[in-house]
């Protein structure tokens, strides 16, 4: 299952319009957080008969709820990244997820900014000629087209142990920065910086629920050692 996340949209129009190339294309679920003036009349004028997308929307406060149970995250910008996916990569990928997996999807004005970007397993952007903006709908749809697309060639996923979700890897972020900052490793100053260091590369090795669950008895183990 794919969400299609909508990072505070400051337009009711924009989101209506999204929830229409949801329909068209198929191509996932719409949630969106923490919505500014969010105005269902707004929206439904430009859904255009998409009412099921939009009674179906799951509305929540914070981008780490919508990403709670994911798998993989990629995150979309209109900011040259290096390595970043084209549309058909980024379909591609979150097909072949073993679980829920999202695509997000920056406000109309700023984009993601660093902080959200940093919770990305990968970045993916839409090539563009002379402009590197597109309206939301617009970059929605250009994704949607791409998982519609895929899905008609891409076979099921094989069956694969369960991969960690966000939830648990924050887990692991939050034991390990407490056990890190304890003996010295950390800069108390700034201790996020390698924390986030350290995440991203476990985002990219995508690792089990097993694995982040040994890890987190490891944290543990030192945790009691440390108190001998």
Not at 54 to 76: F, G, I, Q, S, Y
Not at 154 to 175: F, G, H, V, W, Y
Request: positive net charge; contains cysteine; hydrophobic residues 50%.
């Amino acid at each position: 299952m794919i969400k299609f996340v909508l990072h505070r949209p400051r337009s009711s129009q924009n989101i209506g319009a999204a929830a229409r190339a949801l329909a068209n294309t198929g191509a996932g679920e719409l949630w969106v957080v923490e919505p500014l003036g969010f105005d269902r009349a707004q929206a439904a004028k430009l859904a255009a008969g998409a009412d099921q997308v939009l009674e179906k929307m799951r509305v929540v406060r914070t981008l780490e709820e919508a990403l709670a149970d994911c798998t993989d995250v990629v995150m979309t910008t209109g900011r040259p990244v290096a390595g970043a996916l084209s549309p058909e990569a980024a379909a591609a990928r979150l097909l072949a997820a073993a679980g829920p997996c999202a695509l997000v999807f920056g406000d109309e004005v700023r984009g993601l900014g660093n902080r959200e970007l940093r919770q990305a397993s990968a970045i993916a952007i839409i090539p563009t000629a002379q402009k590197s903006s597109l309206n939301l709908a617009q970059a929605v749809m250009v994704f949607g087209y791409e998982v519609l697309k895929a899905r008609g060639a891409t076979p099921p996923p094989l069956e694969t142990e369960a991969l960690a979700d966000e939830q648990l890897l924050q887990l692991l972020r939050s034991r390990c920065r407490a056990l890190l900052l304890g003996i010295g490793f950390l800069n108390p100053q700034q201790p996020d910086l390698a924390l986030d260091e350290l995440l991203a590369l476990l985002r990219r090795a995508q690792p089990t629920r097993r694995e982040v669950e040994m890890l987190l008895a490891a944290v543990a183990q030192l945790e009691r050692t440390r108190l001998r």
